[in-house]
């Protein structure tokens, strides 16, 4: 298995973009391009349950507040300080726009270009388990973030989702699209969704859906296909010029023309990817 700590010589390749990697040992940062995996490392060893990225900063969830790193143009090293918000579950970003949510379901947001956390109005939620977008999944169902506070959308005992292209939800009773109401997909247990950010509304790109061990992918026109597994569980899944995912065992994946490429990168009980 290579180091954590280990330079690899494709850092600075051109096109290269930078995904984050959230786990139990703290936070990976992973140079990739195309299908390539280059340089990676830790830049944060605090423990992180989850991760979200706008184009200025990438913030973790941890056990002791939000913590937030400016993105500079041209620097490789990333800072991450506290913000204030406290104990966090969950991160999420909408455009510039970063999201925490707090162990007893208190949600805040933190405009672009300001270091406050405003409260969203109303009571606290049930469990927060993911927020993407405008949308916060939680044991009760979606709730959408609309005029400074929440309101409900449906389901329950949502484990993810995705606010990209056409909202989708996965849940213990199955995988969901929101269209007149939400629409079934497939059904059975689903852990985690993704689709990709640059999606035009009301249209899927790329989309990936996880349910236990089967990883399921977006074909148009309203299909979903059965895809190649990856010999391990993944937790999350990821987007630039190729898709990436990575496991919960740590290793990262890149999507290339023979199926997933596998790169150990030295973390366990990985939580989120978020990419950049």
Excluded: Q
Excluded at 37 to 51: I, K, N, Q, T, Y
Excluded at 83 to 112: H, K, M, Q, S
Excluded at 165 to 187: C, D, F, H, Q, S
């Amino acid at each position: 298995m290579h180091s954590i700590e280990e330079k690899r010589v494709y850092g600075d390749r051109e096109g290269a973009i930078t995904a984050y990697v959230a786990s139990a040992t703290g936070v990976v940062r992973v140079r990739v391009a195309g299908d390539t995996v280059g340089e990676f490392g830790l830049c944060e060893r605090r423990p992180a349950r989850d991760v979200a990225t706008t184009d200025e900063a990438v913030a973790i969830a941890t056990d002791e507040d939000v913590r937030v790193a400016r993105l500079e143009d041209g620097e490789d090293t990333e800072t991450f300080a506290e913000t204030g918000f406290g104990p966090a579950v969950a991160v999420g970003a909408d455009g510039g726009e970063l999201f925490a949510a707090a162990p007893d379901g208190r949600i805040a947001r933190r405009p672009a270009g300001t270091e406050e956390w405003t409260d969203l109005e109303g009571e606290g939620v049930a469990a927060v388990r993911a927020i993407d977008g405008d949308l916060v999944g939680t044991d009760d169902g979606v709730y959408r973030v609309r005029d400074g506070g929440l309101d409900h959308a449906g389901l329950t005992d949502v484990r993810d989702v995705s606010a990209a292209g056409v909202p989708l939800a996965a849940t213990a009773e199955g995988l969901y699209k929101l269209g007149n109401g939400w629409m079934p997909i497939r059904e059975g247990p689903f852990d985690a969704v993704s689709a990709d950010p640059r999606s035009e509304p009301g249209r899927l790109a790329r989309a990936y859906a996880i349910a236990g061990e089967e990883i399921y992918g977006y074909a148009g026109d309203d299909e979903w296909r059965a895809i190649e597994d990856a010999s391990e569980p993944i937790v999350d899944v990821g987007y630039g010029e190729t898709t990436y995912a990575v496991t919960e065992a740590g290793t990262f994946l890149a999507a290339g023309e023979d199926g997933w490429r596998p790169h150990p990168i030295g973390v366990r009980e990985v939580t989120g990817l978020a990419v950049r």
